[in-house]
């Protein structure tokens, strides 16, 4: 069954320094999206991106993120200059076009961010 | 403005019980709702998505309701076992916008053999 994988699954990092995480989306997927759960939070939306453009994003994604797809396969999410409140699990997720588009969500396991 | 509500918060029960958990969402214009499962410090598994024009849905020993005029969907699982043990999560999208959604916290389920 296809599945939108992360890598890297656990990355620690220094404040200040840039981090990119990245997500491969179900092959026919359109719609593409970043979440994240910081420890004993609710998830939060960051953006959705289709067509090559972000269509959405909240006021967590400000412009110390961007989110890329670089190529046909890969959709990344890079943080500038992290902070410790970016310590987070982030999880990427895709989901197909409108016309055959039940509205589901598929999620990929995470990446666990820690900042220190 | 979309806030989606979780009770309980966590749930302890005996293997072998049926149980109830319940999601409220104060906009009822959703395009749908999804339920997943959260295993401690893993990722999001979709168990249960009902549309805005069905009123429950079933897979296995899980069934999901929904009833939009009150806002309010509930996961029942039945016959719970050890390895239903797990965070359950609901997710509303915001209006018409069926792709950004809106978390609970979650009910975290214990289920003890």
């Known amino acids: 069954e296809p599945e939108v994988t992360q890598t890297p699954s656990h990355q620690v990092t220094q404040m200040g320094q840039e981090v990119i995480l990245r997500c491969v989306p179900i092959?026919?997927?359109?719609?593409f999206y970043w979440y994240r759960q910081i420890l004993g939070q609710k998830v939060e939306f960051l953006v959705s991106f289709y067509n090559n453009e972000i269509s959405e994003k909240s006021e967590i994604f400000d412009d110390q993120f961007s989110v890329e797809r670089p190529d046909g396969s890969n959709f990344t999410l890079k943080i500038r200059s992290t902070k410790l409140e970016d310590s987070a699990m982030y999880f990427c997720?895709?989901?197909?076009?409108?016309?055959?588009?039940?509205?589901?969500?598929?999620f990929g396991e995470g990446s666990r961010l820690t900042v220190l | 403005k979309q806030e989606v509500t979780q009770i309980p918060a966590a749930l302890s029960v005996p293997e072998g019980e049926n149980l109830v958990l319940n999601c409220s969402f104060t906009?009822?214009?959703?395009?749908?709702l999804q339920w997943f499962r959260q295993d401690p410090g893993k990722g999001l598994t979709s168990l249960l998505l009902?549309?805005?024009s069905q009123r429950e849905q079933t897979s296995g020993r899980l069934n999901a309701s929904l009833d939009k005029s009150s806002g309010r969907s509930t996961l029942y699982i039945a016959a719970s076992q050890p390895g239903d043990s797990a965070t359950y999560l609901c997710a509303a999208p915001v209006g018409g916008n069926n792709r950004k959604l809106i978390w609970g916290l979650g009910t975290s389920l214990a289920v003890n053999p």
């Open positions: 092959s026919n997927h359109l719609y």
């Open positions: 009902i549309q805005s």
């Open positions: 906009d009822s214009a959703i395009y749908n």
């Open positions: 997720a895709s989901s197909p076009n409108v016309a055959a588009n039940t509205g589901e969500l598929f």
